[in-house]
């Protein structure tokens, strides 16, 4: 029988209240256990013990199938002794220079293939309605509070077309909005700012837009934001791809544009980390699969199943026991793109977006409260209207296709790659679900590729993750 144990530089203790604690000093954590995962970590300490002595030890309502998920989820967090724990104990990130400073030659890294991101704005005003416009750098928000603002503006000085996001304890400067627009847009949808002082005068992050970069031990990976007819019309007309626009991305990571860092260390999946060459090795491959695919469903899945494979290959080489289980990756997804989300999930979701249009009604928000409350409309409809049928046109399947291929190149980093493979495979499964829902509406049996469009502006658009801005300026 295996005998399994806690790393032997782990400390449990206790705190203040009472709550157990685990200091992990080599990766400079300490973890919060409730009772039972306390009992489990005192009887793994020392010598450790075998599964049987584990069930005995853990006293009634303990079988051997219990204990073996909660020795899957400690080793999952890297608290077992073995190879796993070792592995990522021994992975350090890549030391990062400051962005600004090396933005002139920190390699840039675009999604490849046939159809590379192309977008040319079309001047319509659809990005300024943001849920958060920023964050602003320090430069950017003294220019525009110095600016006197022109005639499309609503306020008068730039000092009153700043507002502050608090998050985790800091402060982040965006555009001021009302009812879902900048203050510093017109009626006719365009920036006053823009028209005034020039595009320059533009705050960093309304430059950027639709550009997303994340930046790896490899360099800047950039990516769009697809929720733009912009990019539609660019792909169909073949403009230039935005790879061709070096010195413009350039100029805005100098500026001080925001690059998410990828998660470190990289997992497959929670718990099972991966050196960075297997890894990006990984990701090569996942892409290669789903560029060949033609639906994004198809995309999500093929690439599932590469990352099923690999996971499978390194969990076999960090085994700690056979009671230790590896999560699934396929089945998950297939579930979700299938809209076989669990009622629970659902019936959450649409309460809590319910909730958040509510509150945001009280605040004079209706832009946003609509798409919060479109966006519950769409998680209920898998419950109350589960036969939309309609076909997508050839457009709106590309569109969705090319989301999972953009995203695959960037977001899927940051955190584990089944996880990231989740969210996509979410995020596409409601987009596709909300167009279909336009064209039932429309009394069409044919998904448009502006339905998709307005879907994946939906879908993109409805909530700023802070998390992700909190952590990338940390």
Not at 52 to 64: F, I, K
Not at 107 to 122: E, S
Not at 161 to 169: F, R, Y
Request: net charge neutral; with cysteine; proline share 5%.
């Amino acid at each position: 029988m295996t005998r399994y144990r806690l790393r032997p530089e782990l400390r449990l203790q206790r705190d203040a209240q009472g709550r157990h604690l685990l200091q992990d000093p080599a990766l400079r954590r300490g973890l919060r256990l409730g009772a039972d995962d306390a009992r489990l970590a005192h009887a793994l300490q020392g010598r450790g013990a075998e599964i049987a002595s584990l069930v005995r030890s853990l006293g009634s309502g303990s079988d051997a199938a219990a204990v073996a998920r909660r020795l899957s989820g400690l080793a999952r967090l890297y608290l077992l002794d073995g190879k796993r724990s070792a592995t990522r104990v021994a992975l350090r990130p890549a030391e990062q220079p400051d962005l600004a400073s090396i933005a002139a030659t920190v390699p840039l890294l675009w999604p490849r293939g046939p159809n590379p991101p192309r977008h040319r704005c079309v001047a319509r005003g659809a990005c300024c309605s943001s849920s958060f416009l920023g964050p602003m750098t320090a430069a950017d928000r003294v220019r525009v509070e110095g600016l006197r603002m022109g005639q499309r503006s609503r306020v008068a000085d730039g000092s009153d077309a700043i507002e502050l996001l608090v998050h985790g304890g800091r402060e982040f400067a965006g555009m001021a909005r009302q009812s879902g627009q900048c203050v510093a847009q017109g009626d006719d949808g365009l920036c006053d700012v823009h028209a005034t002082h020039g595009y320059e005068v533009k705050p960093v992050p309304c430059r950027q837009f639709p550009l997303r970069f994340h930046r790896s031990e490899r360099g800047v990976h950039v990516s769009l934001l697809l929720a733009c007819e912009a990019y539609s019309e660019a792909r169909e007309a073949q403009q230039e791809p935005w790879s061709a626009r070096e010195a413009e991305v350039r100029s805005l990571l100098a500026e001080g544009a925001v690059a998410v860092p990828l998660a470190w260390p990289h997992e497959l999946t929670v718990g099972v980390p991966e050196a960075s060459d297997a890894y990006w090795s990984t990701v090569e491959a996942m892409l290669d699969a789903a560029r060949g695919e033609a639906t994004a469903a198809g995309a999500l899945l093929a690439a599932a199943a590469i990352l099923q494979q690999a996971t499978e290959a390194r969990a076999a080489t960090l085994r700690e026991g056979p009671e230790i289980a590896t999560p699934a990756v396929l089945e998950p997804l297939a579930a979700c793109l299938d809209g076989r989300f669990d009622s629970t999930w659902i019936g959450a979701r649409v309460e809590a977006l319910r909730a958040r249009a509510d509150d945001l009604r009280q605040r004079d928000e209706p832009a946003d409260a609509r798409r919060l409350a479109r966006l519950g409309e769409v998680f209920a409809s898998w419950v109350d209207a589960p036969d939309l049928a309609a076909d997508c046109d050839p457009t709106a399947t590309r569109l969705l296709h090319d989301v999972v291929v953009n995203d695959l190149a960037a977001a899927v980093g940051l955190g584990p790659l089944d996880a990231g493979l989740l969210a996509i495979g979410r995020k596409v499964a409601a987009a596709e679900r909300d167009a279909r829902l336009r064209a039932a509406q429309g009394g069409r049996a044919t998904v448009h590729g502006e339905d998709a469009t307005l879907a994946l502006k939906l879908v993109s658009r409805s909530e700023v993750d802070v998390a992700d801005l909190a952590r990338a300026l940390a």
